[in-house]
């Protein structure tokens, strides 16, 4: 692994307990895929104004 992300106990714990009853080896491989999933919605847009129209698509943010 290169680097580390902190995450609160509440989010971890759901975290935790969806890998779980997913059938994923580890949390941090639940959230690679989740996190793989999500980028592969906005890595084919051309430009940075396409992304965050995009992300507010997706309501990711207001």
């Given at each position: 692994m290169?680097?580390?992300?902190?995450?609160?106990k509440e989010?971890?714990?759901r975290?935790k307990?969806?890998?779980?009853?997913?059938?994923?080896?580890s949390?941090?491989?639940?959230?690679e895929?989740?996190?793989?999933?999500?980028?592969?919605?906005?890595?084919?847009a051309?430009?940075?104004?396409?992304?965050?129209r995009?992300?507010?698509?997706?309501?990711?943010?207001?």
């Amino acid at each position: 692994m290169g680097s580390s992300i902190k995450l609160k106990k509440e989010l971890l714990a759901r975290v935790k307990k969806v890998a779980e009853a997913g059938g994923y080896s580890s949390p941090e491989e639940f959230i690679e895929h989740v996190l793989e999933k999500e980028m592969a919605k906005l890595e084919d847009a051309q430009s940075d104004a396409e992304i965050v129209r995009k992300l507010k698509g997706l309501g990711y943010i207001d």
